[in-house]
């Protein structure tokens, strides 16, 4: 395995070091359990954007520092500030929007290695991923009606396109926290595996994945993205036309030459 290279995010609450294709993004607030900070906030954006952008990058992996939390939500010390005046409540959805707009332009697979609380604006932040790994001792919830704010229309969609409505309800009516187990259950994760193999596990589908054709994974992305949008909001001449760059790309040809040969493919993404 090479040695990870260090992206600047311009705040150390927000790490990003790529290797062998894999872009690690560490959320690092320990001392907090990850809790979601202005910083992370105003730098996830950014950081996103350069990770899209750069042609090294095929697989992104989102974690938290520390062992003990993914995102333990957003940080509540914020909220008498951040989230009680109607203006600092806009500014509030405007950064949270951004963050989702990034997220959104991935074309890149992203897979949440979660550890311990993935709770509120964790959960959320892990919906994000295309697919999400856990440990078994790890704990999901969101505590919006323990807190007495409004809840947002894009989350409760989020959840309710992952896990169903009547899962959706018990996850935001009770505020409860659930055990792995449970979010394994309601296919709120992909799967659990104990603590000691978490990274090894994750690794090893991402090197996987790296090893596929972008392009196809690009597409296939973008088609299951589409499938959850109202049909009005489906650009699916979009998608066509990332299907149809696959049939032309040299990756393509690299594929059936590396089939008829009997060897592992060398994929570029063109």
């Known amino acids: 395995m090479s040695t990870p290279q260090r992206r600047d995010t311009g705040t150390d609450m927000l ?3 790529v290797a062998d294709s894999v872009a690690t ?3 690092n607030n320990p001392e907090k359990r990850n809790a979601m900070s202005s910083a992370m906030r105003g730098a996830l954006p950014g950081a996103l954007t350069a990770l899209q952008d750069d042609p090294e990058v095929r697989v992104i992996v989102a974690t938290g520092a520390g062992g003990r939390a993914f995102v333990s939500g957003a940080d509540i010390s914020e ?3 951040r989230r009680t005046a109607p203006e600092a409540r806009a500014e509030w959805d405007r950064g949270w929007a951004e963050i989702d707009r990034a997220w959104k332009a991935l074309d890149k697979p ?5 550890r311990g609380f993935c709770i509120g604006g964790g959960l959320l932040t892990a919906l ?3 697919i999400r790994v856990a440990t078994d001792d790890s704990q999901f919830g969101v505590p919006a009606a323990r807190l007495g704010l409004g809840y947002g ?3 409760v969609a989020a959840l309710t396109r992952l896990v169903g409505p009547a899962a959706t309800a018990e996850i935001l009516f009770s505020a409860r926290r659930f055990s792995a187990a449970e979010a394994l259950a309601m ?3 992909n799967r659990i595996v104990p603590t000691g193999r978490l990274e090894a596990e994750v690794m090893s589908l ?3 994945i790296t090893q596929n054709a972008p392009l196809t994974i690009a597409a296939v992305k973008a088609s299951i993205v589409a499938t959850g949008q109202a049909p009005e909001r489906r650009d699916l001449a979009r998608v066509e036309a990332m299907i149809e760059a696959c049939f032309q790309s040299d990756d393509y040809r690299e594929g059936q030459a590396a089939f008829a040969e009997k060897r592992t493919p060398r994929f570029t993404g063109k």
Request: glycine fraction near 16%; avoid cysteine; charge should be negative.
């Open 128 to 130: 994000q991923a295309d």
């Open 79 to 81: 909220f008498g500030e």
């Open 110 to 114: 992203v897979i949440a290695m979660i």
């Open 25 to 27: 993004l560490t959320f």
């Open 206 to 208: 991402a090197t996987t």
């Open 153 to 155: 229309y894009g989350g």
């Open 15 to 17: 790490l990003v070091e």
């Open 187 to 189: 296919g709120l994760v």
